[in-house]
């Protein structure tokens, strides 16, 4: 199952902003889980992951990591970037 993770911190203006549509995506996805982690409150999820901005984006398969990295808060890249994986995963 692909993963999709997004690291924010819910001090941050832009994640509060990002998440609703963040968790919209998860109905366009529904063969990939939608997790928001919040990089204060599960620090122990998110241990050393790196973060360097926001919204951070991490896409895995299993132990795979497909993606990992700091998105503009666009939700159009996002997606775009989802139906690439999937195309490339043969889903």
């Not at 509060?16 to 409150?41: C, H, N, S, T």
């Given at each position: 199952?692909?993963?999709?993770?997004?690291?924010?911190?819910?001090?941050?203006?832009?994640?509060?902003?990002?998440?609703?549509?963040?968790?919209?995506?998860?109905?366009?996805?529904?063969?990939?889980?939608?997790?928001?982690?919040?990089?204060?409150?599960?620090?122990?999820?998110?241990?050393?992951?790196?973060?360097?901005?926001?919204?951070t984006i991490r896409?895995?398969?299993?132990?795979?990591?497909?993606?990992?990295?700091?998105?503009?808060?666009?939700?159009?890249?996002?997606?775009?970037?989802?139906?690439?994986?999937?195309?490339?995963?043969?889903?």
């Amino acid at each position: 199952m692909v993963v999709v993770s997004c690291l924010c911190a819910e001090w941050c203006d832009t994640c509060v902003d990002y998440r609703p549509g963040f968790l919209a995506l998860a109905q366009k996805f529904p063969d990939a889980q939608f997790r928001w982690i919040d990089i204060e409150d599960q620090a122990d999820e998110v241990g050393d992951l790196e973060v360097e901005n926001f919204p951070t984006i991490r896409v895995t398969r299993g132990s795979e990591v497909l993606f990992h990295g700091t998105q503009l808060p666009i939700h159009a890249h996002l997606e775009r970037l989802l139906e690439e994986l999937f195309a490339r995963q043969g889903k």
